[in-house]
Nanobody, 114 residues
Framework: VQLVESGGGLVQPGGSLRLSCAAS????????MSWYRQAPGKERELVAT????????NYADSVKGRFTISRDNAKNTVYLQMNSLKPEDTAVYYC????????WGQGTQVTVSS
């Protein structure tokens, strides 16, 4: 199993970023996928989840209405569109199979600052 996140960076408050997670080593189209994040000094938290077919999504209250999770099963990739970013969104973002705690990617840093 390999998970490779990308798309992070430095953005001003109110800005947008789109994260990508390229997956391999398992049947991607059969797996619910999630994005997590970990801010300095805090525990890793679940941000968003998408069902295997893409028809169902769930979000943490802190990002609801601002973030959108999506997937392209033909490309084995899950995305996280982040709009109206706030300084408190600053964290390392990771993707993972929703029900498999064994494998994590290296993460991608998102910094929201003026």
């Amino acid at each position: 199993v390999q998970l490779v996140e990308s798309g992070g960076g430095l953005v001003q408050p109110g800005g947008s970023l789109r994260l990508s997670c390229a997956a391999s080593g398992f049947t991607f189209s059969s797996a619910a996928m999630s994005w997590y994040r970990q801010a300095p000094g805090k525990e890793r938290e679940l941000v968003a989840t998408i069902s295997s077919g893409g028809g169902g999504t769930n979000y943490a209250d802190s990002v609801k209405g601002r973030f959108t999770i999506s997937r392209d099963n033909a490309k084995n990739t899950v995305y996280l569109q982040m709009n109206s970013l706030k300084p408190e969104d600053t964290a390392v973002y990771y993707c993972r199979r929703r029900f498999d705690t064994r494998y994590w990617g290296q993460g991608t840093q998102v910094t929201v600052s003026s």
